[in-house]
């Protein structure tokens, strides 16, 4: 059972520390990190994704919970690696998907964030996607992700060789968490005595 300082904050679900940085950061909110790995199950899209690790997390007895879950597609191949490229970097990091990249004519891509939020009684879903490219060569520090392989529309940099500020503004994880941050001040979501 979450104790009450816990309630009282929104909880992050992720074993990954880049995600709560970019949480924080862009929902301008202290967050609590629960470093908890919930199965992804193997589905087409990243909303389907994202409701069952919330339908996970939220047995674990916490008040106010996120999750989230991303996806980055080629155009020309029907959106895959989709929400599968998580397992394509594990398997063969970055060059895997620039080997991808190089055999297609058509590089265009989308990348979508599908955040699941928990408000103690009911669940929603808010999804950002951004449109690019994904390249050959990575550009820019190679840290977090498929950050140095993705160069959104418009944009001469990859999400690497971005600022925060400026990856905020344009990313799909930007555009998720600012619905949840416009969610959350709509509602004014203060616990509610008694909210688990």
Do not use: C, H, M
């Given at each position: 059972m979450a104790s009450q300082g816990q309630e009282e904050k929104l909880i992050?679900?992720?074993?990954?520390?880049?995600?709560?940085?970019?949480?924080?950061?862009?929902?301008?909110?202290?967050?609590?990190?629960?470093?908890?790995?919930?199965?992804?199950?193997?589905?087409?899209?990243?909303?389907?994704?994202?409701?069952?690790?919330?339908?996970?997390?939220?047995?674990?007895?916490?008040?106010?919970?996120?999750?989230?879950?991303?996806?980055?597609?080629?155009?020309?191949?029907?959106?895959?690696?989709?929400?599968?490229?998580?397992?394509?970097?594990?398997?063969?990091?970055?060059?895997?998907?620039a080997a991808i990249a190089y055999a297609l004519n058509n590089r265009a891509a989308k990348a979508q964030c599908c955040i699941g939020y928990w408000d103690g009684s009911e669940a929603h879903l808010f999804c950002g996607e951004t449109r690019g490219e994904i390249l050959v060569q990575p550009r820019g520090a190679a840290v977090f992700g498929w950050d140095a392989w993705f160069q959104p529309q418009g944009s001469a940099k990859t999400f690497a060789e971005m600022t925060a500020e400026e990856k905020d503004k344009v990313s799909h994880r930007g555009k998720a968490y600012r619905l949840l941050a416009a969610h959350l001040k709509q509602t004014k979501a203060a616990p509610t005595a008694g909210q688990r």
């Open positions: 992050l679900v992720s074993s990954n520390p880049n995600k709560g940085i970019e949480a924080e950061r862009i929902l301008g909110v202290p967050l609590l990190r629960v470093a908890l790995s919930l199965p992804e199950i193997q589905a087409q899209t990243v909303e389907d994704i994202t409701r069952y690790k919330l339908d996970v997390a939220k047995t674990k007895a916490y008040g106010r919970l996120v999750v989230e879950d991303v996806s980055l597609g080629f155009d020309e191949l029907g959106n895959f690696p989709g929400p599968y490229v998580r397992w394509l970097l594990e398997a063969a990091g970055g060059k895997g998907l």
